[in-house]
């Protein structure tokens, strides 16, 4: 006994060198660690294990948007689709300014109204995100806010985050949510990031946008990420304004520590 | 500073025109994402050899007259000018962009002669010759240039290949980052550095960080640096209020705006280079600064002047020149498929900021990665780690299981650098060499093989359990 994951005779090894000391590290950390050896390579079936992590992210960025299915999760709802100016993934990928506009031929879709908010359910980077959770989030936000003037659901095919101020200053909504499918990690490819925008206005920075990032079941659960966005809204009218001056003073303990992800703010 | 000059190449009866410099720069660029973005990419293939085949004709020298971005608006044109070493440089003069091509793969300019010319090329003209080579000539030039730097352990020797450690976690807790560290330690990665990318960027948290990793350095008698890469504003800070710090971390860019938009001036980066030599924690050299760069950093703040990514990229290298860094990191496919699109042009980057950094004398590693909507894969970090292996560069990241669970995109892990460490035959850094077999990690054939009952494995096993929340 050595590592627990020495070379057997024949080249295999073992994959999971339990209940020796190094395995024993893994309790403290979701890191891939104490994964063997195979020789100087990595065990077979951790080799494999990543694959099915990166392919399920790959999945999630590759994925078809279905604004269908959304629409049907949300009866008694009016969703309109629009798309960005983006023809495809690979332009969407490469020039990420062609999803922060609509195209052209889709402003008729949108009509001018009295609208407090305006919820946007966008694709973004992981179609997946939206398709498995924004009916739901947006469900239960908007059972938190009775008393708001919404406009209808629009539902945005390869969009980037500041495509939600087009479609809001189109609309002529006082405020903006988009929820968009966060760039997938191999941990999670469904993770849901949510944009408070108020009175949106063209070239606006991330400093002016609020961000609930990591909403899934395992990362910010959609019940209590409905009820921060719903805080985040209500003070956003009361103050009128978002972004850095919209101070986030949710009660901290009812969030995860793990719900920080701070790339999905940035890199959008 | 002279007039900009405009260029042109005529081929088979077209004449193909470039309004100045940078123009012809950007033209020259084998393809990427990040210069079609910004507008500046060659319009078709020919274009671009068109490009390449003026600036072989291009004298060196019209580097030293010409700026990509103006002397007098920009503090890195500056720097690169003002301290332009003309002595280095005369064994060049005469040679055009073409001609450094080909002395470059000479037997002439062998490794004491690179050393020697390295403060007499500018960020430019490493740029240029660049844009005129193929991956092989990147790698065989590369490989003849020896970096070598020191602080704890002496990194760049030849046949050696050092790893950083990079265990970070998703909420700084110490016992989780204790459990990626070792287990990187028991796969004989850390002689580079341990450095952790906090995920809060506060002062105490990089305090508390720095105490950790300093005790366990000292209580297992470890060869090795740590760095906790937070913004230099806040590592200043910690050094003044008493901190561990073994090496000043920032990332840098290539042009002033660019800089600002990190939050840094030249001045400040003195002022750190200065705070952290003043404490001489150093044992065996007194390289105090680490450097992080990446394609593409420029253009997404909006601050790359119309010069491409490439040339940009290397004028990072000369705002790190003067610092005499430990480790400058090219942070080569993180940034994402809008400036490298896929496999191909994140390895073309890779073996580029190479050979750029080492050939203006910087040791550079490279973090081989990739994000998840960038068309690439662990195969194509696979070709890209090996060709850097054979290139000579000084270390590559160790993250565990490749999958960083804090900045959510995939490196190279552990593993890796065991399989390019034993193909290629590179061993650790030679303090930690010896450091991995006093700890029976490394065997008597120098193989990584811990031994982990009753040596010094077990007792390194023992620390996460002892890290504590505080």
Redesign the interface.
């Known amino acids: ?4 994951t ?1 070379d057997k005779p024949d080249g295999a090894v073992a994959a999971d060198p339990g209940g ?3 395995s ?3 309790r ?8 063997g ?1 195979s020789g ?3 065990p077979t079936r ?1 080799l494999l294990d ?2 099915l ?2 392919a399920r ?2 999945d ?2 590759h994925l078809a948007f279905e604004p269908e299915a959304i629409a049907a999760a949300l009866p008694g709802h009016v969703c309109v689709t629009v798309r960005s100016r983006a023809r495809d993934r690979a332009a969407y ?4 300014d062609l999803g922060r506009k609509l195209d052209p031929e889709d402003l008729p879709l949108l009509r001018r109204g009295e609208h407090d908010v305006v919820f946007v359910l966008a694709d973004g ?1 992981s179609a997946r995100a939206v398709h498995d959770h924004a009916a739901a989030l947006l469900t239960a936000t908007l059972g938190l806010l009775p008393d708001w003037r919404v406009a209808p659901v629009v539902l945005a095919r390869q969009a980037r985050v500041a495509l939600g101020d087009d479609i809001a200053m189109t609309l002529g909504a006082a405020a903006v949510v988009m929820l968009i499918g966060e ?5 999670a ?1 469904d993770s849901l990031g949510a944009y408070l925008t108020f009175r949106p206005r063209p070239n606006l920075q991330n400093a002016d946008r609020n961000c609930v990032s990591n909403i899934r079941p395992d990362g910010l659960a959609i019940p209590l990420a409905a009820r921060k966005l719903a805080f985040l809204l209500t003070e956003a009218r009361r103050l009128k304004l978002s972004g850095v001056g919209l101070k986030d003073d949710f009660p901290a303990e009812l969030l995860e ?2 719900a ?4 999905a703010t940035r ?1 959008d | 500073m002279g007039p900009a000059m405009a260029y042109h190449q005529d081929i088979g009866g077209t004449r193909h025109r470039f309004a100045d410099l940078k123009d012809l720069l950007a033209k020259a660029s084998p393809a990427r994402s990040g210069d079609h973005l910004a507008g500046v990419a060659a319009e078709s293939a020919e274009q671009r050899v068109a490009a390449r085949l003026a600036l072989a004709d291009l004298p060196l020298a019209t580097f030293l007259t010409e700026a990509v971005v103006p002397y007098e608006s920009d503090d890195v044109t500056r720097l690169i000018i003002d301290t332009h070493d003309a002595a280095a440089f005369r064994r060049i003069a005469p040679l055009t962009v073409g001609g450094f091509r080909d002395w470059l793969l000479s037997d002439e300019a062998d490794t004491e002669t690179l050393r020697a010319l390295a403060p007499g090329v500018t960020p430019e003209m490493a740029a240029a010759v660049s844009k005129l080579m193929r991956n092989q000539d990147l790698i065989a030039v590369a490989r003849k240039i020896r970096v070598v730097t020191a602080f704890r352990t002496t990194i760049g020797l030849p046949g050696r290949l050092a790893i950083r450690v990079q265990p970070n976690h998703p909420y700084d807790d110490a016992k989780g980052i204790a459990a990626s560290m070792l287990d990187g330690m028991l796969y004989g990665c850390g002689d580079a550095v341990v450095g952790i990318n906090p995920a809060s960027d506060n002062i105490p948290t990089t305090m508390r960080l720095l105490d950790m990793l300093d005790e366990f350095r000292v209580r297992h008698d470890i060869p090795m640096q740590s760095c906790i890469l937070a913004h230099v504003t806040n590592t200043l800070e910690a050094i003044r209020r008493g901190a561990p710090v073994d090496l000043a971390f920032q990332s840098i860019a290539g042009t002033q705006a660019a800089n600002e938009s990190f939050g840094i001036t030249l001045d400040l980066l003195a002022e750190a280079h200065a705070a952290t030599l003043a404490l001489k924690r150093g044992t065996v050299g007194d390289n105090v600064m680490y450097f992080e760069t990446g394609q593409g950093s420029a253009l997404s703040a909006d601050a790359h002047h119309g010069v491409d990514q490439q040339t940009v990229e290397c004028r990072a290298y000369a705002v790190a020149r003067p610092f005499k860094p430990l480790l400058v990191n090219t942070v080569v496919g993180f940034i994402g498929p809008e400036y490298l699109y896929d496999g191909k042009q994140i390895l073309r980057a890779g073996l580029e900021d190479h050979f750029c950094g080492k050939l203006l004398g910087l040791p550079m590693g490279v973090d081989v990665c990739h994000t998840n909507h960038a068309e690439a894969d662990q195969d194509d970090m696979d070709n890209l780690l090996t060709l850097l292996g054979v290139a000579g560069v000084n270390f590559v990241m160790g993250v565990p299981g490749a999958d960083d669970i804090m900045l959510n995109y995939q490196s190279t892990s552990y593993h890796d650098a065991l399989y390019v460490r034993s193909v290629l035959g590179l061993r650790p850094a030679p303090e930690f060499e010896e450091w991995l077999i006093r700890m029976s990690i490394l065997d008597g054939a120098g193989r990584v093989r811990p031994a982990l009952a009753g040596s010094g494995a077990s007792a390194l096993l023992g620390h996460a359990e002892a890290a504590r929340h505080d």
Not at chain 1, 28 to 35: G, N, P, S, W
Not at chain 1, 183 to 187: D, F, I, T
């Open positions: 006994m050595t590592d627990g020495e020796n000391p190094w024993a590290l893994r403290h950390t979701a890191a891939r660690i104490a994964l050896r100087d390579g990595l951790h990543f694959q992590a990166h992210a790959r999630a960025v990928l490469q020039y990420p980077l760039r997938p990690g191999l941990s490819a520590p793990a920080v992800a701070l790339e890199r």
